[in-house]
């Protein structure tokens, strides 16, 4: 009885043994059956179709409008007024006004028109009869070299650009999660395969020992040892393949279609393995300290800064504005008619058939544009210290990601070679084995040191691309 139940739970096994490894064994048939992805092919999805990259987009579009809005101010206005008043049967005044105002870059209003006034009762100011004008509005001290339309416009210019370095940090910082997301996946996934090996190998050596014993040539003892290694990988096997799909699941996540629904891998698509083994960028160390100070220079984290402090720099010009008095001259060249005669205009600028006027005003304490320009030079102030202190920091983090790289890339070279000598040493103790001149409990012990080195040199592969990710989105070059 006892017997039966060991062989329908090594049955049970053999057929979890036989699904798992339709699922994850990778040779010549299964590149032939199964679906790859690709970091290449994941990464241009998550670049696509991911509601953080394709966000990026929209957020351009608004800074776009931002700059059509603010270029607005800028158009040219025409308006049409006509007012009229009868009573008592008399018609008081009738009149009508058609106009154009043409906005300038430099402060300075073009307008033109036509106006009739007809009526008993016209205001005394008011001009009877049809007559054309022309005019020009320019402020003298205030806003003569600076005002809010100007403002706005160029700062919606540099928003634009700062929307777009902020965009490229935010996909470089999406990459850089995606990319960690599929060397964890590509990592599990390996360790995974490579305890499926030790329990397939277990299984084998377990019906060996134990058929030996059968037939007397073996210690009962020795199954028990067999025994106790198989369960001790078969509970490794559980663990990393909840492991491998916790990873899988995270993966799922930074795929989506291109019409915004998630999409989920099929049961059968396994990672690209070759991507364990690629090769890195090598960065010559004499051309190190070049190349820090040129991704600093290009760095768009930096470059917002940049942009932010050039936008606090036109508010601070827009700011001095207000210490100026503001004078605004006002000049109308008018003639009667609907015809608009221009020959000898300069002549007759200031004889007849004008208009002139001027406004001054200029606050006394002037404490509204004192608050204002000294808070604006505070922000200044504080955002070139953030300036500093983010090259800064992000100057220590290429250079710690470099260190990173090269020292985890001499760990590799050494597990590698470590791995090498755990699997000649596990050969050999396993050909002694055979002859009967080694113990399992020595085989079983050299086994678990060549699968613990093998899973540590996955391990640190896996962490060598995600410590070379990482230096690229420290320099936030493309991946």
Not at 423 to 449: C, D, H, M, T, V
Request: net charge negative.
């Amino acid at each position: 009885m006892l017997r039966n139940n060991y062989l329908m739970y090594y049955l049970k096994n053999i057929l979890l043994l036989v699904f798992m490894l339709g699922l994850f064994w990778q040779n010549t048939s299964a590149q032939q059956t199964f679906d790859v992805l690709t970091l290449e092919k994941f990464l241009s999805v998550v670049k696509q179709n991911h509601p953080i990259a394709r966000q990026t987009n929209l957020f351009m579009e608004m800074a776009s409008a931002g700059r059509v809005e603010a270029a607005g101010a800028f158009d040219p206005i025409f308006s049409l007024t006509s007012d009229q008043k009868t009573f008592d049967g008399k018609r008081y005044y009738t009149q009508n006004n058609a106009d154009l105002t043409i906005p300038t870059w430099y402060g300075v209003s073009l307008y033109g028109g036509v106006q009739n006034n007809l009526g008993t009762f016209l205001d005394v100011e008011e001009s009877p009869g049809l007559y054309t004008y022309a005019g020009v509005n320019v402020s003298v001290l205030k806003n003569l070299v600076l005002d809010k339309r100007r403002a706005s416009l160029q700062q919606a210019k540099l928003m634009q650009a700062q929307t777009r370095f902020e965009n490229a940090n935010t996909v470089n910082d999406l990459i850089l999660e995606a990319n960690l997301s599929y060397f964890n996946w590509l990592k599990d996934f390996l360790v995974l395969r490579l305890i499926e090996q030790a329990v397939q190998i277990n299984i084998e050596r377990f019906e060996f020992v134990k058929a030996s014993f059968l037939q007397g040539d073996k210690a009962g003892i020795d199954t028990i040892e067999a025994k106790t290694q198989l369960l001790s990988f078969l509970q490794q096997r559980e663990e990393y393949f909840l492991a491998y799909n916790a990873s899988r699941l995270e993966l799922e996540t930074y795929l989506w279609t291109e019409n915004d629904a998630p999409l989920y891998l099929a049961g059968d698509v396994i990672p690209d393995t070759t991507t364990i083994d690629m090769v890195l960028n090598e960065i010559n160390e004499s051309e190190i300290d070049a190349w820090i100070r040129a991704r600093l220079d290009e760095h768009p984290k930096l470059a917002v800064y940049d942009l932010k402090l050039q936008n606090l720099e036109i508010e601070r010009k827009l700011k001095f504005q207000n210490f100026l008095p503001k004078l605004d001259l006002k000049y109308d060249f008018m003639r009667k008619g609907d015809q608009f005669p221009i020959e000898n205009i300069g002549a007759s600028f200031f004889e007849d058939n004008y208009k002139f006027g001027l406004s001054f005003s200029m606050p006394i304490f002037n404490r509204s544009a004192i608050g204002q320009y000294q808070s604006t030079k505070a922000k200044i102030q504080i955002t070139s210290l953030d300036n500093y202190y983010a090259r800064l920091q992000i100057e220590n983090k290429i250079k710690f990601q470099l260190i990173e790289v090269e020292n985890v890339k001499n760990q590799v070279n050494i597990y590698a070679e470590a791995s090498d000598l755990y699997q000649q040493l596990y050969e050999a103790e396993s050909f002694k084995f055979s002859i009967g001149e080694s113990s399992l409990f020595l085989l079983n012990s050299r086994n678990n040191k060549f699968i613990e080195a093998n899973q540590k040199w996955i391990e640190l592969r896996a962490k060598l691309l995600a410590s070379k990710a990482k230096l690229w989105w420290s320099a936030a070059l493309p991946n």
